[in-house]
């Protein structure tokens, strides 16, 4: 668990200083570690929360944000996240959505990094009953397994050329943050979740550490091209694992 914590410590030094949550790594890791999988989108969903709120404060503070973007968004979300964490899934069924939820997200990750760098983009307005029917997928797959949803909707809202890059880091953060309170209120619904929490308070600890020490002091270690290769290829090797496993 030392080495775990670890690594859930740099993890969110580098997560928070880019402004995501980095729950897609939380979940390989924990994948690695072989910790039961049905306490999985607990530990993710709570790690995202502790990483994502600075960030969603000082991206509003510094005045990066469309709430007529986000909104119509958290409305799908918000509800199907609650659901998705309440939802009792089988073992299998849950390693089979995670296969599929993180080779999706490494492969979208790998092919649209050199979105995050872009500054001049023409701005299209979407439709919100687009916006509501993505954010009810993203809401219900981010309860399920715990993500999230940003590492889904940034590089959806890049294609569709939603907003500013700034911007779009807000949306994100705050997609993120809503959604995993939602998610984790759908969780704690399912019996004995909450009391083996405490068998995890040194990922948690790691977490609130590494995560004020990213946002605050501002640690660009990494850029946020480097940092998007990385976590693609992580996640993309660890869904590889889950396929070779469920499928050879």
């Known amino acids: 668990m030392i080495i775990l914590s670890v690594l859930f410590f740099i993890t969110a030094i580098l997560y928070s200083s880019v402004g995501f949550g980095g729950g897609s790594t939380y979940l390989a890791l924990l994948l690695i570690w072989e910790i039961p999988y049905y306490i999985f ?8 929360i502790i990483v994502v709120s600075g960030n969603s404060f000082n991206y509003i503070r510094a005045g990066n944000h469309n709430f007529k973007l986000l909104v119509p968004f958290l409305v799908g979300s918000i ?68 993500i999230g949803g940003g590492i889904f909707l940034s590089p959806i809202l890049f294609l569709l050329k939603a907003e500013k890059p700034k911007v779009i880091a807000t949306t994100a953060s705050l997609f993120i943050l809503i959604n995993s309170i939602s998610g984790i209120l759908g969780q704690f619904t399912k019996e004995n979740t909450f009391y083996e929490l405490t068998n995890y308070w040194t990922l ?12 605050y002091l501002n640690l660009k270690i990494l850029s946020n091209r480097t940092l998007t290769i990385m976590t693609s290829l992580l996640v993309i090797f660890v869904s590889m694992r889950i396929g070779i496993r469920l499928f050879l």
């Open 41 to 48: 989108p607990v530990i993710a969903l709570i790690c995202n």
């Open 79 to 146: 509800p199907f996240a609650f659901f998705g964490g309440s939802l009792k899934i089988e073992k299998e069924i849950f390693e089979i959505l995670l296969f599929f939820v993180l080779s999706i997200a490494g492969i979208l990750l790998l092919i649209n990094n050199k979105s995050y760098e872009k500054n001049n983009l023409i701005i299209n307005k979407l439709n919100s009953i687009y916006s509501f029917i993505i954010g009810s997928i993203l809401g219900l797959v981010s309860g399920i397994v715990g």
């Open 204 to 215: 948690f600890l790691s977490v609130l550490i590494g995560g004020f020490i990213g946002n």
